[in-house]
């Protein structure tokens, strides 16, 4: 069975200009695109007058506008439509372990804000076993075409290997360049330990232990995909800060999530958190480890 691209929609702007980067991508990839919407009837325990009927009917026209929407987009695309039955994190969380990807909209909140990603986004995103990219729109379109797609390296070569690979993988499916980033900071006092000092002066210094470091993480994908251009940029700084000061003018940010659990529940990290309440671009979190 060929896997999917699955975009979840509820009628909003947003999720509208979800449904067209998932249909672009899809299309870009030859592959079939899902669209879903999660509606459960939940009869209310107050004297208000509900009309199952309607409401279903109304779940029905979510799904029509979207499919008549990425139609006109892209006539050929094969798309498939479904109102599932189930509460919205449920519904897109087994969509996500179905699909290649599961793409969601984001709500634009101006520059000084960044924009604000809704709870159930961050509850799918936090648990998805696969990659979730979050789009936002402007004036209810997604962005979609123009530069380089960035990249977060973090880690061994071994860990970021799924990120990077979706990375390389979706820019020369755009015929984009890459900009590989790995951000780095002076470490304290106690974790100074000897051998970690002396690997680091064996490099040439903190710095250049950094580049080697991301260029050895980079290897057997420039081998895999050799004509994608790679820039790499190794800074100084808070990992979120660095990747945000050079995505203005991406067409895709691509961050890591940790699949492990936190003692409080499942968490998104510092950097998908930070990339997707600020980047201007779709944002892609790829879950590892």
């Excluded at 008549?68 to 189930?86: C, M, Q, W």
């Excluded at 390296?153 to 979706?170: D, I, N, Y």
């Excluded at 081998?223 to 808070?238: D, F, K, L, M, N």
Aim: glycine share 10%; net charge neutral; proline share 5%.
């Amino acid at each position: 069975m060929t896997s999917a691209i699955t975009v979840g929609v509820d009628g909003s702007a947003e999720s509208l200009a979800a449904a067209d980067w998932a249909a672009d991508e899809a299309a870009l990839r030859g592959m079939p695109l899902r669209i879903v919407h999660a509606w459960l009837w939940q009869p209310l325990d107050v004297p208000v007058v509900q009309d199952r009927d309607a409401q279903a009917e109304s779940a029905r026209t979510v799904l029509r506008e979207a499919e008549t929407r990425v139609a006109g987009r892209h006539p050929a695309l094969k798309v498939t439509s479904e109102v599932v039955h189930d509460t919205v994190v449920a519904t897109l969380l087994r969509e996500a372990e179905a699909s290649e990807m599961l793409v969601l909209g984001s709500r634009g909140h101006g520059a000084l804000v960044g924009f604000l990603l809704g709870s159930y986004g961050q509850q799918v995103i936090a648990a998805a076993e696969r990659p979730v990219i979050s789009v936002r729109s402007r004036d209810g379109r997604a962005q979609t075409q123009g530069g380089e797609i960035v990249v977060g390296q973090q880690g061994t070569p071994e860990e970021s290997g799924a990120v990077l690979g979706f990375a390389f993988q979706e820019a020369a499916a755009r015929g984009a360049a890459l900009r590989a980033v790995r951000a780095w900071s002076l470490p304290s006092l106690y974790a100074c330990s000897p051998g970690s000092m002396r690997l680091a002066d064996e490099a040439g210094g903190l710095e250049s232990f950094e580049k080697k470091a991301l260029a050895e993480a980079l290897a057997p994908w420039r081998a895999r995909y050799p004509a994608v251009p790679v820039t790499e940029h190794v800074e100084i700084g808070s990992a979120g800060q660095v990747l945000l000061s050079v995505v203005a003018n991406a067409q895709m940010l691509v961050v890591g999530r940790r699949t492990r659990r936190a003692p409080v529940g499942t968490r998104i990290g510092s950097v998908a958190h930070a990339a997707l309440h600020h980047g201007p671009c779709p944002v892609a979190v790829i879950p590892y480890g």
